[in-house]
């Protein structure tokens, strides 16, 4: 059994954000229709010297870009802006147990607050994601946060044994 504290920061959820958007792989489909518009651009101008289709095609990588990047730098933070915004206890100091049969969170509450005691046994863990840097437990439509870095060095390779080895669920990294 592992017991810790840990903290949820702002760059935590940014992190989050980004790696949700690296999974969905939405602009995939629009750089391989760039890519293809190109292509026709290049032949159209080798062709018959006719460059609107090359300029549109370079137009549209252009907005392409523009969107990834939107995407990528800006969004992230106003969504967890807004998150934050709304409910500030996303940032309030958690108790971690991890053991062969759950995963427990406790949160500590301010002065005059009530605690919230969430145990997640792994039979009710869709998917588990690891990263570099954080893992990432998807229960139901909620998700648990766990950076690495917080979890003690001499019991980070027992947590991860754990959570990998727990095959009722989907385990990625």
Do not use: W
Not at 4 to 11: I, K, L, N, R
Not at 59 to 64: E, G, K, Q, R
Not at 69 to 87: A, C, G, N, Q, T
Not at 108 to 124: K, L, R
Request: with cysteine.
């Amino acid at each position: 059994m592992v017991h810790f504290t840990y903290t949820p920061c702002f760059d935590d959820y940014i992190s989050f954000e980004k790696f949700k958007f690296k999974r969905n792989r939405s602009l995939l489909f629009t750089y391989i229709i760039c890519v293809f518009f190109i292509a026709i651009g290049v032949y159209d101008v080798i062709v018959s010297k006719n460059y609107q289709m090359l300029v549109f095609a370079v137009a549209m990588a252009f907005v392409d870009a523009v969107t990834a990047f939107y995407e990528i730098k800006i969004r992230p933070k106003r969504r967890v802006k807004k998150l934050l915004s709304s409910d500030s206890n996303y940032l309030t100091a958690n108790e971690i147990t991890i053991d062969d049969k759950a995963i427990e969170i406790k949160n500590i509450p301010n002065e005059n607050q009530a605690g919230i005691v969430a145990v997640y046994p792994y039979s009710v863990m869709s998917v588990i994601y690891e990263t570099t840097d954080y893992f990432y437990f998807f229960i139901g439509t909620e998700v648990k946060i766990l950076a690495k870095k917080n979890i003690p060095q001499e019991s980070a390779q027992y947590v991860k044994k754990i959570i990998s080895s727990k095959r009722n669920y989907m385990y990625s990294k």
